[in-house]
């Protein structure tokens, strides 16, 4: 009875401390210096800065690129995973051909301030998303969220709110809930979770155009997660499966081509 009593005090303790520290389990902000931020500026002088100030007060900072000799050209607004520091999608925006790309750190990446949750990421995307709008140099008319992994979550939910054109997402999944039981069968992963990025909840609202990206070798996001929100999807979607694994998909052939290629159909 003893040996029972303390397995059961053991596994409350250690359910307990899962609850109070799942922040670090979920996100793993990437900061960045002043001198890694003047070198972005140096190396790629037309990314213009942008700070965008968040509804608590916090500031956000990220980067919007234009192509070149473009006057008014459609917007992608990208949301990254959950240890992505954006900036190197700076040098990749060459593939987005003809559209701007809008690229924010999440709260606590890079030099945006505050600490990253579910419901500040949702409140930030829509403040990203509303700054951006009342811009005269690119098509509030034509915006596509694109998300990875985590980002999906916050492009899903931004995508219910505002008016966008299309999403793309990047190894989709259809809640934390559902990944966190494939990881941790023995947890009661439902009653621990405060960030459940419930994307399942919205896809059936959403009659946009969708392209998912899925990694052959995904071992974080279950293919059966991002089946379930695809098939859900309430619009017209498109799979495209592509080598390597949750975190190097983007370095495979195929990859940068199907998002040109999508993108060339929203226009």
Not at 69 to 81: C, H, N, Q, R, T
Not at 189 to 206: D, G, I, M, Q, T
Request: net charge positive; proline share 5%; with cysteine.
């Amino acid at each position: 009875m003893k040996t029972i009593a303390a397995v059961i005090i053991g596994f409350c303790g250690f359910t307990g401390l899962i609850y109070l520290f799942q922040e670090a389990f979920i996100f793993f902000p990437v900061t960045m210096d002043r001198q890694s931020q003047q070198a972005i500026k140096k190396r790629f002088p037309r990314a213009e800065e942008l700070t965008i100030c968040t509804a608590d007060n916090k500031k956000l900072h990220g980067w919007l690129v234009k192509p070149e000799g473009a006057v008014k050209p459609p917007l992608v607004i990208y949301f990254g995973g959950n240890a992505e520091e954006v900036s190197w999608l700076i040098g990749e925006a060459q593939w987005l051909k003809g559209w701007a790309v809008c690229l924010m750190n999440y709260r606590g990446y890079g030099l945006s301030e505050g600490r990253p949750g579910e419901q500040a990421l949702y409140s930030d995307a829509l403040a990203v998303y509303d700054r951006l709008v009342k811009r005269g140099d690119v098509d509030a008319q034509r915006i596509v969220v694109m998300g990875r992994s985590i980002g999906t979550g916050v492009a899903t939910y931004l995508a219910q709110h505002r008016p966008v054109t299309a999403a793309i997402l990047i190894c989709p999944f259809d809640s934390l809930v559902s990944v966190g039981r494939k990881h941790y069968p023995f947890l009661p992963v439902a009653l621990l979770l405060k960030h459940c990025f419930n994307s399942l909840s919205r896809a059936s609202a959403l009659r946009i155009p969708l392209l998912a990206l899925l990694a052959a070798d995904d071992t974080i996001i279950p293919r059966e997660s991002s089946l379930r929100l695809i098939e859900r999807w309430g619009g017209p979607h498109t799979i495209k499966t592509v080598g390597g694994d949750h975190n190097t998909l983007q370095e495979y052939p195929g990859y940068w081509e199907s998002i040109r290629e999508f993108l060339a159909q929203q226009s």
